[in-house]
């Protein structure tokens, strides 16, 4: 398993937390652990890929261009 060394702060709207609480809660899911699924998935079927650890998350070129 992954080690998690980094800290992610935002901030949204009182009931855009809400309803990440509630998301979570319904998926017997922690916050966090609920975004990172949410980003991960998000990535995957945009073909955003993280290089090597330390190298920026890389996106392929637009189609067609």
Not at 10 to 30: D, G
Not at 34 to 58: D, N, S
């Amino acid at each position: 398993m992954e080690r998690k060394t980094e800290t992610l702060n935002l901030r949204v709207s009182p009931e855009t937390k809400e309803l990440v609480r509630i998301a979570a809660a319904h998926e017997h899911r922690s916050i966090s652990n609920l975004l990172e699924v949410l980003v991960r998935e998000h990535c995957r079927k945009q073909g955003i890929t993280a290089e090597e650890q330390g190298q920026p998350a890389t996106k392929p070129a637009a189609k067609g261009r």
